[in-house]
Structures are given as C-alpha cells and as structure tokens.
C-alpha cells in the first residue's frame, strides 16, 4: 500500500469518527450555558445561567498560561476515540495561541476503562508526567478501548517513564477520588452528556467539529485583544 493509499484511509477513518459524533451531538441537548472566570454572558437578552465553578476547579489539570484571557474547558472522557480524534486540532489551537488560550480537563466517566485511565492520569500528575502519560494512552487508545483492565494503557504510561508500582499506590488515594467525584458531580450539574464536551469561557460549542471550535476560541482571542 503506497503514502497516498494509507493517507486517504487515515482521513476517511478521522471524519468517520467526527460524523458520528456530530449525529449524536444536537444543539438541542447541548450543555446548559454557563460562565467561566472572566468570561462574558452571550448578546441574546437573556443571561446564562452562572456555573463558573462547575466548569473549571482548582484541581483540574492545565495547559497552557494559568492567566491567559481565554480558556477551553474540556470534559474528556479518555476512552472516547472522539476525544482522541479531537486531541490534534485542541493542541494546534493552543499552538496557535500560545499567550491567550489555556485548556482545562475534566474527566468523564462514561465508557469501559475510562476511571481506570483518569485514575492513572492523576497519578501521572504526582510523578510531573500527567502530559507525557496522557499522548501516550491516546496513542496507544485503540489497543485498550475495550479492555477493563486497559492493559496497554499501563505499558504506553510505562514506557513514557510512568513507575507503575507508585503510580498505582497514588490512584485510589482520598485526593484522586475527590477529583473525579467532583468532576462526575458537575458533568451532571452541567448537562453534559456525551464526549467531548467544550465551553470556551463559558460559551458552550454549538456545532460540533474542529473548525467550529478554532472559530469560536478566535472570536474569545479577538475579544480579549480589543
């Protein structure tokens, strides 16, 4: 199979993954509307309803400047293959961006593995190797998707250098268990009801896809710069 053979087929199969997600995704179920730390209430007569602190908590994880004047929140599940099919056009968002776009996480736990993985992901964080172990259980998410016990998972965050045996021991701490209680409290509280779900300081992602995405973060950027 020749470059352009395997590139075609790598293209079908990502828009695929989006268009199944979009027919799953209707504005009419989207998220509640809801405002983030300095974020500003939509121009349509009426203002949305305030729920700052169920989008970003002091323990998500960041990427990005901690102040930058827009932020993406993301509620990730890290066994959705939307996410991860998602994951490349966040990251050039932020690349592009790289002063005045931050992202937050907040798990969801909605499919087989994904406690298992956000567990291990925190404890990643305690190791400083949250962002390495993330791109590599992304990476490796087709071989575990379906496995409870997400066995390759384990051997990606390995081989980026995650210790296992520690990283096991801090993953059911009362700290991780508070992290995920909370984000699945506020994945309710907010209406979120498939992966991914975004709000761009606090604007809910009307219509589903990549590019929606980078023109809403622009029009925050735009704002943010006048």
Same mark, same amino acid.
């Given at each position: 199979?020749?470059?352009?053979?395997?590139?075609?087929?790598?293209?079908?199969?990502?828009?695929?993954?989006?268009?199944?997600?979009?027919?799953?995704?209707?504005?009419?179920?989207?998220?509640?509307?809801?405002?983030?730390?300095?974020?500003?209430?939509?121009?349509?007569?009426?203002?949305?309803?305030?729920?700052?602190?169920?989008?970003?908590?002091?323990?998500?994880?960041?990427?990005?400047?901690?102040?930058?004047?827009?932020?993406? +929140?993301? $509620?990730?599940?890290? #066994?959705? %293959?939307?996410? *991860?099919?998602?994951?490349?056009?966040? &990251? /050039?968002? @932020?690349? =592009?961006?790289?002063?005045?776009?931050?992202?937050?996480?907040?798990? +969801?736990? $909605?499919?087989?593995? #994904?406690? %298992?993985?956000? *567990?291990?992901?925190?404890?990643?964080? &305690? /190791?400083? @190797?949250? =962002?390495?172990?993330?791109?590599?259980?992304?990476?490796?998410?087709?071989?575990?998707?379906?496995?409870?016990?997400?066995?390759?998972?384990?051997?990606?965050?390995?081989?980026?250098?995650?210790? @296992?045996?520690?990283?096991?021991?801090?993953?059911?701490?009362?700290?991780?268990?508070?992290?995920?209680?909370?984000?699945?409290?506020?994945?309710?509280?907010?209406?979120?009801?498939?992966?991914?779900?975004?709000?761009?300081?606090?604007?809910?992602?009307?219509?589903?896809?990549?590019?929606?995405?980078?023109?809403?973060?622009?029009?925050?950027?735009?704002?943010?710069?006048?």
């Amino acid at each position: 199979m020749n470059r352009r053979s395997v590139v075609l087929i790598v293209s079908v199969v990502i828009l695929a993954v989006f268009a199944a997600a979009a027919f799953f995704y209707s504005p009419s179920q989207s998220p509640q509307q809801a405002q983030a730390p300095g974020s500003t209430a939509q121009e349509t007569g009426t203002q949305p309803k305030q729920n700052g602190g169920q989008l970003v908590r002091f323990h998500s994880p960041v990427f990005g400047p901690a102040q930058a004047p827009v932020t993406i +929140v993301e $509620f990730f599940d890290p #066994s959705c %293959e939307a996410c *991860r099919a998602f994951h490349p056009y966040v &990251k /050039q968002i @932020l690349a =592009e961006n790289p002063e005045d776009v931050r992202l937050v996480l907040r798990y +969801v736990l $909605f499919h087989q593995g #994904s406690e %298992e993985v956000a *567990r291990m992901l925190e404890a990643a964080r &305690k /190791q400083n @190797l949250h =962002e390495k172990v993330l791109e590599a259980v992304l990476e490796a998410q087709p071989g575990w998707h379906d496995d409870p016990k997400v066995t390759q998972a384990w051997a990606a965050a390995e081989r980026v250098g995650l210790n @296992l045996e520690q990283a096991r021991q801090d993953m059911h701490t009362p700290g991780v268990n508070a992290v995920l209680e909370t984000d699945m409290q506020d994945v309710k509280a907010v209406g979120v009801r498939g992966t991914p779900t975004f709000f761009v300081n606090g604007r809910a992602l009307s219509e589903f896809g990549p590019e929606p995405l980078r023109q809403l973060v622009n029009s925050e950027v735009a704002k943010a710069r006048e």
